[in-house]
C-alpha cells in the first residue's frame, strides 16, 4: 500500500492508474487532503470511472467529491470502504456536477438509512440507475426503485 505522503501531486496519483477514461485509485490510503489533489487537476475533466475502493476519504472527501465541477463526467463511482455515512450520501444527492453518473457502490460503509432515501429523491442525480450498499444489496431505477438481494 502507498503512502499518503508518497502521494505528492496529482501526478502521483494517476502514475499507473489512468487508464484512458479511468481513474483506478483503490487502496492508496487517499483521504480528504490528497484527494485535494484529483478535484484540482484537469485531467479529472475526461473521467468517467472513478474507482476510489478502499480508502480514507470520509464524509469530508465524499462533500468536496460532490461539489467538484471537474467531475461532471463521472458515470461510474465506487466508494465501497470509505468510511461513509448518510451525510456523506446526502452531500452526493445534491451534487450539481454529478448529473451523469449512472452507477454507484457504497459497500463496507456506516450507511444507517436515511443517505439512501435521499439519493432514491436526489432532483440532481437523474441518471443513477443503479447503485449497490451493504452486502448484497443493489437498488436499481425502472418505473421506480426496487430492491433486490444478491447472493
Not at 505528492?8 to 483521504?31: P, V
Not at 470502504?81 to 452507477?103: M, P, W
Request: glycine share 8%; aromatic share 8%.
Amino acid at each position: 500500500m502507498i503512502t499518503k505522503r508518497q502521494l505528492k501531486t496529482a501526478e502521483d496519483i494517476f502514475e499507473g492508474r489512468l487508464r484512458g477514461n479511468q481513474l483506478m485509485a483503490s487502496g492508496i490510503a487517499l483521504t480528504p487532503d490528497v484527494a485535494r489533489l484529483l478535484w484540482a487537476s484537469e485531467t479529472m475533466k475526461g473521467i468517467t470511472w472513478l474507482d476510489l475502493d478502499d480508502n480514507q476519504l470520509g464524509d469530508e472527501g465524499v462533500r468536496e467529491l460532490a461539489d467538484c465541477e471537474l467531475l461532471a463526467n463521472v458515470q461510474y463511482l465506487n466508494l465501497n470502504k470509505n468510511g461513509v455515512t448518510d451525510e456523506g450520501l446526502i452531500h452526493l444527492s445534491r451534487s450539481k456536477y454529478l448529473t451523469k453518473l449512472k452507477r454507484l457502490h457504497l459497500k463496507d460503509n456506516a450507511i444507517q438509512g436515511p443517505g439512501i432515501l435521499e439519493l432514491f429523491d436526489s432532483e440532481t442525480l437523474e441518471s443513477l440507475s443503479t447503485f449497490q450498499f451493504h452486502d448484497g444489496w443493489t437498488c436499481k431505477k425502472r418505473e421506480g426503485w426496487r430492491y433486490r438481494p444478491q447472493g
